[in-house]
């Protein structure tokens, strides 16, 4: 009987234990807090996964060296998904069993869509800089615990057949329709807006996310002459693309989205293949005329330490982080639902320019227009 | 009809890169009755070797062509001789076939982690400029391409035909058993096939690195060789020759006509070729030790 009692006594001691920590929220590790990084260190996701886990370690490793969040360090706990949905939602799983609470993910459209449901179910609060793809927002129901710092695919789609029109020298555009949710969408975007604003699309060719012959897709593509190829994919497959357009002949304009910011895409495409790109992007920085003087500054700063200038991924994770960090702040706690709240009331203008979310977490940061010419990003000359 | 020539053009270059990958996994099958399902992996090691070449060593593109031909024929030697053989002496092809899945696992990883997950450009290739050829736009490259191939496949009916190895490679891929009783050596010609297997996959290697990229995932395109080969009919050369072009044609034609179905038209074919001549375009029903 005495056993029995000592060891209820044990379980509630236990018990209580392991309640009091669950009350603490935000993931705790002593005094650190628990920050969750998921996103795509290998594959094709690499391209745009490892540079927003770079700039969430930049963020923190600034916060941590100015004192940390309401007096504790960043931990920062990292969940490779691969590219892979469902390799996605396991290490969403993994991250949540793990104690974290509060997350950025550098994950793809696909693998967030898959992920984002897991995160909901656990209550933990993502902030991702990548996941453009308006299903992302659209799924959520009630008070969103998914948010995006970039704007959606449509509406970098719709923005660059706006200025595609604008522009004066493009009529007629052919379209590569990468065939994923990110492609898909970002392809209707632009169609929907080219009808609307009279920009003729002479084909939409939709195109398997592994295929890397496009020569006979090019061949039927600029039998049409077009002014201008729309290309919906990654840097990769766009790089490709370019690359092959050149080869094959074509000297008209090449039209895109911001994955097409990547150095990826200059190196695949080459520069005969990316010269004369116009793409739509969410960052100020690639066109200095765009940026502050703070932004400058970053910049300056981060290429001394880092031999290279920051990309659009990068910046946008460092931004999402610190937005982290104010809603921690503002909130005056790592509970993840009370930093949701504040979260959605948080604005500011981060190092990758405005950074703020409407009330169903989709962000509210300016689409910019540049282009590829010489060598050098700069502001379209149309 | 400039466009009908274009794609023919396009299709016979890609086709020229399918058979050199077709004949590798042919000839490996012709010398041990073996499908190496690696081998595709083989022609990514290739590109990635190639790469370092131009890109570290600082050697041009086609001294970096040699250097890869000479390490794709050495891995494809080494793998058959230390890991496939010792296998299949234990008569359970079965077992073998399983190494070679294996083998093309840890193959993709070594590309994965030694070379990393982007995309690597050549410094050089083989040319980025249009050709025109009466009113079509055909890509320099594609000639190239088609041109070394074609290269390569008259070289190899050279060696088949003309010397004594290749008497001996025939002879066993017609009947192994007969062969043997000749005093012809079945491990040295396992080791020839598995060398000029190899040389196909280095000189496929640098031909899609330059077309594209090199990158731990072209092991992809590989694959498709084993469709190749089985649409010409597995073992026969020149059915390897046919089945290469077959495919580079239909995927051309089909990206054009029926873009729906392109991606999986090599399978397609493939499926269809076997329910109707199982033995392939171009192949005997069966070899007489089977």
């Not at chain 1, 935000?26 to 996964?49: H, Q, R």
């Not at chain 1, 209707?188 to 699309?201: I, Y």
């Not at chain 2, 058959?80 to 083998?103: E, F, H, R």
């Not at chain 2, 046919?242 to 029926?258: C, I, R």
């Amino acid at each position: 009987m005495k056993t029995r009692r000592t060891l209820a006594a044990v379980v509630a001691t236990a018990l209580a234990i392991s309640l009091s920590a669950c009350g603490t929220g935000g993931g705790s590790s002593g005094d650190e807090l628990k920050i969750g990084y998921i996103g795509g260190a290998s594959g094709f996701s690499a391209a745009f996964g490892v540079p927003t886990r770079d700039g969430v370690e930049a963020a923190v490793k600034a916060v941590n060296a100015d004192g940390g969040v309401l007096g504790r360090k960043i931990k920062l706990v990292i969940a490779d998904d691969k590219g892979d949905p469902t390799a996605s939602q396991t290490a969403m799983r993994r991250l949540a069993s793990d104690g974290v609470q509060l997350a950025i993910s550098g994950s793809s459209s696909a693998a967030s869509l898959a992920h984002q449901s897991v995160a909901a179910q656990n209550q933990v609060l993502v902030i991702s800089p990548i996941g453009s793809d308006p299903a992302i927002i659209e799924n959520q129901e009630g008070t969103p615990w998914y948010l995006v710092n970039v704007p959606s695919n449509t509406i970098f789609g719709a923005t660059m057949a706006e200025q595609a029109k604008k522009s004066g020298t493009i009529n007629s555009v052919a379209v590569f329709d990468r065939d994923d949710a990110y492609g898909n969408t970002i392809t209707a975007g632009f169609v929907d807006k080219a009808k609307e604003v009279g920009l003729k699309v002479t084909g939409v060719r939709t195109y398997a996310i592994d295929k890397k012959d496009f020569g006979s897709d090019l061949i039927s593509a600029l039998g049409a002459e077009p002014d201008a190829l729309f290309l919906s994919g990654y840097a990769e497959d766009s790089g490709l693309i370019a690359k092959q357009a050149r080869a094959a002949g074509f000297t008209g304009t090449i039209l895109g989205t911001s994955p097409m910011t990547s150095p990826q895409y200059i190196e695949v495409a080459g520069e005969k293949g990316a010269n004369q790109s116009y793409i739509s992007t969410a960052s100020a920085l690639l066109v200095q005329s765009n940026a502050s003087e703070e932004q400058l500054e970053f910049v300056a700063s981060w290429t001394k330490e880092n031999g290279q200038a920051p990309n659009d991924y990068q910046l946008a994770a460092y931004d999402s982080l610190m937005a982290m960090v104010q809603a921690i702040e503002k909130a005056d706690s790592t509970d993840a639902a009370k930093v949701r709240d504040a979260l959605l009331k948080t604005e500011f203008t981060g190092v990758s320019g405005p950074v703020g979310f409407d009330d169903d977490g989709a962000s509210r940061r300016p689409v910019y227009v540049v282009e590829y010419l010489d060598g050098m990003w700069q502001e379209p000359k149309y | 009809m400039n466009d009908a020539f274009a794609y023919l053009v396009q299709g016979l270059a890609q086709g020229g890169v399918y058979a050199l990958i077709a004949i590798g996994f042919s000839l490996i099958y012709r010398s041990s009755g073996l499908l190496n399902l690696a081998f595709g992996e083989v022609v990514m090691l290739a590109s990635l070797v190639a790469f370092t070449m131009m890109a570290d060593a600082g050697v041009g593109f086609w001294l970096a062509g040699v250097v890869c031909i000479v390490v794709a024929g050495m891995i494809s030697m080494a793998t058959d001789a230390l890991i496939l053989q010792p296998i299949l002496k234990t008569g359970n092809i079965a077992n073998a076939l399983v190494a070679s899945v294996g083998l093309l696992i840890i193959f993709n990883q070594v590309g994965l982690i030694v070379w990393g997950a982007d995309p690597l450009t050549y410094p050089e290739n083989l040319g980025d400029s249009p050709v025109h050829i009466g009113s079509a736009t055909v890509a320099v490259q594609s000639l190239w391409i088609m041109g070394i191939s074609l290269g390569a496949v008259i070289a190899l009916q050279v060696f088949l035909r003309r010397t004594p190895l290749g008497t001996a490679m025939r002879a066993t891929a017609m009947d192994r058993v007969a062969s043997q009783l000749m005093g012809i050596s079945p491990f040295r010609v396992a080791m020839t096939a598995a060398l000029i297997a190899g040389v196909m996959a280095g000189l496929s290697g640098i031909l899609l690195g330059s077309l594209y990229f090199a990158s731990y995932t072209l092991g992809g395109i590989g694959i498709k060789g084993i469709a190749a080969a089985t649409i010409g009919g597995f073992g026969d050369i020149r059915g390897a020759i046919a089945g290469g072009l077959l495919v580079g044609l239909a995927e051309s034609f089909g990206t054009a006509y029926v873009p729906s179905l392109a991606t999986n038209i090599a399978w397609l074919l493939m499926i269809a070729v076997l329910m109707v001549r199982p033995q392939g375009i171009l192949g005997v029903a069966g070899r007489r030790d089977d």
